[in-house]
């Protein structure tokens, strides 16, 4: 379980990437599977 928690921290930090960027349908691609591998309150 540790290993989605790091791949879901993974995919926050390149959502913020592509937030900073504007890229905001990437940046939801990416929030929504982070969602899937370890739901947190960061996320949502």
């Not at 993974?10 to 900073?20: M, P």
């Amino acid at each position: 379980m540790d290993s989605n928690k790091d791949e879901a921290d993974r995919c926050l930090d390149l959502a913020e990437q592509h937030l900073r960027e504007n890229r905001f349908e990437e940046a939801e691609k990416f929030l929504k599977k982070a969602m899937k591998l370890y739901p947190t309150k960061k996320v949502e």
